[in-house]
């Protein structure tokens, strides 16, 4: 979808070399095509940029050790493969990052690839019965790295630990129809199962879990007013508790308290900046700033905590490069500030920088 003219000025910049660390390690940023030549930061000069793009993960290679050349004639010398730059998921879905470790689900081959920057390794879990993933659609991790998976097919939350060892589940198919998302606490206390059920039901909601597991609350019926939902895809919880809700079938957002109030709503449907099209994914920073990806525009949009638009960053693209996207889908922000990006067409993960004044 080619967005309109005035859109894209918006989110038009002006080409800029960034060079930067990645989590603390030395990692280069991709090297694009030599034709392009669009943004690497966001908005466009004059103004001041807010959103740099650093990187992009898709392949064991992306977080490898940089090689000198004595230790490359040593690898070939002695045989040994060099890190392998085949993408290692299939079909990446949702995403969560903290401490260094990305974590993307892979619903076509039902794991959870984990791209472990301070250790330069990659890694997928998910696998080991009889605690088998079956279709991994949504991702959370709490302050203790402990991630949990919402598994539509199984119709529950798995968690594991951050290396991907089995700790226990929560809910299951007499509280679940079909969780696509889930939502944790930074403490770990409060777990929010996105339930986007069937279209013919009218079970559209958010089930609120505590931290033993015990089922506490549901928000929420088939609908389009104050939380209701239509289709609710994802969730996140900001750093004072507040819970966000991707409403796609309603094109909106609305949050609420940790307790499941209604607090407000933004967003409707429309082709101009701070409308939604197709939202698929949302993630939100330590400043409260909210994040929504869209594959229809083939963005994500950052909105303020009131619902108020601050920029847009990417556009449509056949095409993969910085920014460039083919089918957006999750989306996650970590302690540093860094935004990832999931893109199913192109697939790949792609890392921004947020930048400080």
């Known amino acids: ?62 977080v490898a050790e940089p ?13 040994a493969p060099a890190p392998s730059d085949r993408p290692v998921f299939e079909k990446a879905a949702a995403i969560a990052a903290r401490q260094g470790r990305i974590y993307v689900t892979d619903t076509s081959t039902e794991t959870i690839v984990v791209f472990d920057v301070p250790r330069r390794r990659v890694f997928r879990f998910g696998q080991r019965a009889p605690n088998l993933l079956a279709k991994p659609s949504g991702i959370a991790l709490d302050d ?93 919880v900001d750093r004072e508790g507040r819970l966000f809700v991707l409403d796609s079938g309603n094109f909106r957002v609305q949050a609420f308290d940790k307790d499941g109030n209604f607090i407000r709503a933004f967003g409707r449907p429309g082709v101009y900046p701070g409308n939604l099209a197709r939202p698929r994914g949302i993630a939100v920073d330590d400043d409260g700033n909210v994040y929504v990806t869209d594959a229809s525009f083939n963005n ?7 619902g108020q638009l601050l ?15 083919g089918l957006l889908s999750g989306i996650a922000a970590d302690e540093t500030g860094r935004i990832y990006v999931v893109d199913q067409f192109f697939n790949k993960v792609e890392v921004f920088r947020r930048l400080k004044n």
């Open 1 to 62: 979808m080619r967005l309109p003219l005035h859109y894209r000025y918006l989110i038009r910049i002006a080409t800029l070399a960034v060079a930067s660390s990645f989590l603390g390690c030395s990692i280069a940023p991709e090297k694009s095509d030599k034709s392009f030549k669009g943004p690497l930061v966001w908005p466009q000069p004059p103004e001041q940029p807010r959103y740099a793009y650093e990187t992009m993960l898709r392949s064991p290679a992306d």
């Open 67 to 79: 090689e000198l050349d004595k230790d490359r004639l040593i690898r070939q010398l002695s045989g």
């Open 144 to 236: 203790l790295s402990n991630v949990y998976v919402a598994d539509a097919k199984r119709r529950q939350i798995m968690v594991f630990d951050s290396h991907g060892l089995f700790l226990r589940v929560i809910g299951g198919p007499d509280d679940l129809e079909r969780p696509t998302g889930v939502a944790v606490s930074s403490d770990g206390e409060r777990i929010y199962a996105v339930d986007r059920s069937d279209n013919e039901s009218n079970n559209h909601r958010v089930v609120i879990y505590g931290k033993d597991g015990k089922k506490l609350k549901t928000i929420g019926t088939r609908g389009s007013g104050d939380g209701q939902f239509n289709v609710p895809l994802q969730a996140t």
């Open 300 to 306: 994500f949009q950052v909105f303020q905590p009131d």
């Open 311 to 325: 920029l847009a960053v990417g556009e449509g693209s056949v095409e993969s490069n910085p920014g460039r996207y």
